[in-house]
């Protein structure tokens, strides 16, 4: 007897499963390495959940579909989960990116002005329309890059207005994309003009009136700890108010000067801590001992050409959970691509491919309490698959600068693909294809 079932697809070249570990849970060190891989893999799929993986043979013998897909040639592997992002902005910041290539640093064009609150002044000024209308173009490209699940930050409109409109237009473009996401508030992310000489009063303000009011639009609250930004004591502020609020905890910490901002996160249980390339050896152990999850940005520190990469192999043989992200904002890290990240990851950081893909998918889906829904082709969760045009999944990271991802199913729905010559095919009737048309920023 075999069972029917909505869809299934089959004859994927390796089938990357992860589920020879936990279906829950972070992985941590030897744990990252075990990948789960089927040669002549098949997914069957219902109500857009993973009911059956296994060998093409093994699953067409339990499961029939009307629809059937041949992934012949393709690695398949769960959808990356991009768990740091910040796609909720009105304009891009090329001109910047100009200045940093002609000498200027980062820093300092963000203390002369530009930087975080150059997006602020775009945000303030765009309409809700035209900010949403923006954000759900970089939604789409997520899609296109493989990635089904993200974290979705506001923070470019730094006061309760402008925060609100950045929140609305992040649920408005959510609401059109088959994304699954997870929303942050970052009103602690720079002082705007009006408080950078009352700087406490901003603070203030974050706690005591866009906290209470924007909670009910998050998940999270993040600050950006750093010198010359948010001190460790104003960032403990906003996280406890956050707390108060109940939302949970995201921080960017330690990333270009040391601060102690990991220590103070992981002490409020923190789901995660962010950027990391200066953490110290405290630091790295609190990590280890907690179930906060290091998230790592290296297209940061690749883009605006620092040297301090988060140290991700000490880190892992620590014990920490740890996860990779984009960082996909306008100014250090404009970029969605996670495949690119994995390059930065394995040249620069010395990750293993194994690592890095336990650190796009299943830890970072832990760090957003939906490790129980995605991350690993466990049945049961959502049939999000990222379909790869590469030899096998060793590949991932070896061939930069393109886009190896070749189709992108959500919740059993191929919704972007990428490779022209194979569409015809690939799409039977009442498949819906969208987001193909995007233009490019
Ligand atoms: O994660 N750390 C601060 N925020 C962003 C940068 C945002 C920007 O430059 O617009 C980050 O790197
Ligand atoms: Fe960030």
């Known amino acids: 007897m075999t069972e029917t079932v909505d869809r299934l697809f089959v004859h ?26 089927v040669e002549d893999g098949a997914v069957a799929v219902k109500d857009g959940r993973i009911v059956a993986v296994g060998t093409t043979d093994e699953v067409t013998a339990a499961y029939r579909a009307e629809e059937e897909l041949d992934l012949d040639g393709f690695v398949v592997m769960p959808g990356f989960v991009d768990c740091h992002t910040h796609p909720v902005f009105a304009a891009t910041r090329e001109r910047e990116f100009h200045m940093r290539c002609a000498g200027a640093d980062y820093m300092a064009i963000a203390q002369a002005g530009g930087g975080i609150l150059s997006s602020m002044r775009d945000v303030r000024a765009a309409s809700l329309e035209a900010l949403t209308e923006r954000t759900e173009r970089n939604l789409w490209r997520f899609l296109e890059h ?60 974050v706690c005591e009136e866009m906290i209470p009011a924007l909670a009910p639009m998050a998940e999270y609250c993040d600050v950006f700890a750093e010198p010359g930004v948010f001190t460790l004591e104003q960032s403990e502020r906003v996280l406890r108010a956050g707390l108060a609020a109940g939302l949970r905890l995201r921080a960017h910490v330690d990333e270009i000067q040391p601060m102690g901002g990991t220590e103070m996160a992981v002490a409020l249980g923190a789901d995660t801590v962010d ?36 140290p991700a192999r000490k880190m892992i043989e620590a014990g920490c959970a740890v996860a990779l992200a984009t960082d996909f904002n306008p100014g250090s890290s404009h970029t969605q691509s996670m495949t690119l990240i994995h390059t930065i990851a394995c040249t620069q950081m010395k990750m293993s491919v194994e690592e890095c893909i336990v650190a796009s998918t299943i830890n970072p889906a832990f760090s957003l309490q939906l490790d129980h829904e995605v991350g690993t082709l466990h049945p049961g969760k959502r049939a999000d698959l990222c379909v790869l045009d590469i030899p096998s999944y060793q590949a991932l990271g070896y061939a930069f600068g393109g886009n190896p991802v070749a189709m992108t199913i959500k919740d059993g729905v191929p919704v972007v693909a990428n490779v022209a010559d194979r569409q015809p095919d690939w799409f039977a009737d009442g498949v819906v294809l969208d987001g193909e048309d995007e233009d490019a920023v």
């Open 12 to 37: 994927c070249r390796q089938l990357v499963t992860l589920t020879d570990g936990a279906p829950t849970g972070p992985r941590r060190r030897e744990a990252m390495q075990p990948m789960g891989v």
């Open 275 to 310: 950027h990391l390339g200066q953490i110290s050896d405290d630091g790295i152990a609190a990590v280890a001992a907690s179930d906060t999850t290091g998230v790592m940005l290296p297209g940061t520190i690749f883009f605006l050409a620092k040297t301090g990469y988060a």
């Open 146 to 205: 493989g990635s089904t699940t993200i974290e979705a930050k506001g923070g470019y409109g730094l006061s309760l207005e402008a925060e609100r409109k950045s929140m609305q237009a992040l649920d408005a473009a959510a609401a059109m994309v088959p994304l699954t996401l997870k929303r942050t508030f970052l009103g602690a992310h720079e002082f705007p003009p009006e408080y950078r000489e009352d700087r406490d009063e901003y603070v203030r303000i």
